[in-house]
Nanobody
Framework: QVQLVESGGGLVQAGGSLRLSCAASGRTFSNYAMGWFRQAPGKEREFVSVISWSGSVTYYVDSVKGRFTISRDNAKNTVYLQMNSLKPEDTAVYYC??????????????????WGQGTQVTVSS
């Protein structure tokens, strides 16, 4: 059974930084694409950043480019999201997800089959 456990969320002032981690278990982590998504109150879940099985391919939503960095450590079965220069509009629950069969990242929420429980990120102005 695939399990994803996020950590690292919290309350931070605008301009601050947080590093999210997502620890995976239950299958061979290094074979599959991983992604970070977020959902703000009253809004749909949206793509933030995704990474291929090897880490060589990454994508970011325009609003976080230059501020967020996704990475993965396949030896530790963990994917990270380094978030710098945080803004109040980054406030949301952040979810880690992985695809069932593909090592190539997709930007679509519907293409991800396994999800973590989420971690709250709150950025105060």
């Amino acid at each position: 059974q695939v399990q994803l456990v996020e950590s690292g969320g919290g309350l931070v002032q605008a301009g601050g930084s947080l590093r999210l981690s997502c620890a995976a278990s239950g299958r061979t982590f290094s074979n599959y694409a991983m992604g970070w998504f977020r959902q703000a109150p009253g809004k749909e879940r949206e793509f933030v950043s995704v990474i291929s099985w090897s880490g060589s391919v990454t994508y970011y939503v325009d609003s976080v480019k230059g501020r967020f960095t996704i990475s993965r450590d396949n030896a530790k079965n963990t994917v990270y999201l380094q978030m710098n220069s945080l803004k109040p509009e980054d406030t949301a629950v952040y979810y880690c997800a992985t695809r069932r069969r593909s090592g190539y990242p997709s930007l679509a929420v519907r293409d991800y089959d396994y999800w973590g429980q989420g971690t709250q990120v709150t950025v105060s102005s």
